[in-house]
């Protein structure tokens, strides 16, 4: 079983960046694939960004494409967010999720969730 914590979440002035911690307690899953997704309020989950654990590929929303950066910290058993130039569009709370099997966009094809966390750009 894995289960996976996100941190890193906050209120940040629109420009401002953040970084965003996913970490997993059961095993190790930096070998896995790893998404962000995001959910504001009265709109569905959507994807963000995703690596993929058996090439290291990373896909992105055209919406983050050049903000944000997904990366692994093998260590630490830890997926990073940065994300940069944040907009108030970019509210929402954000969901790691993990899956031994190949990257999708869709979140019904993960597997493991965090709790998720809030992040709040003001303008």
């Known amino acids: 079983q894995v289960q996976l914590v996100e941190s890193g979440g906050g209120l940040v002035q629109a420009g401002g960046s953040l970084r965003l911690s996913c970490t997993a307690s059961g095993r190790s899953f930096t070998t896995w694939t790893v998404a962000w997704f995001r959910q504001a309020p009265g709109k569905e989950r959507e994807f963000v960004t995703v690596?993929?654990?058996?090439?290291?590929?990373?896909y992105y929303a055209d919406s983050v494409k050049g903000r944000f950066t997904i990366s692994t910290d093998s260590a630490k058993n830890t997926v990073n967010l940065q994300m940069n130039s944040l907009k108030p569009q970019d509210t929402a709370v954000y969901y790691c999720a993990a899956d031994y099997n190949g990257w999708s966009r869709a979140p019904h094809e993960y597997h493991y969730w965090g709790q998720g966390t809030q992040v709040t750009v003001s303008s």
């Open positions: 690596i993929e654990g058996s090439s290291g590929s990373t």
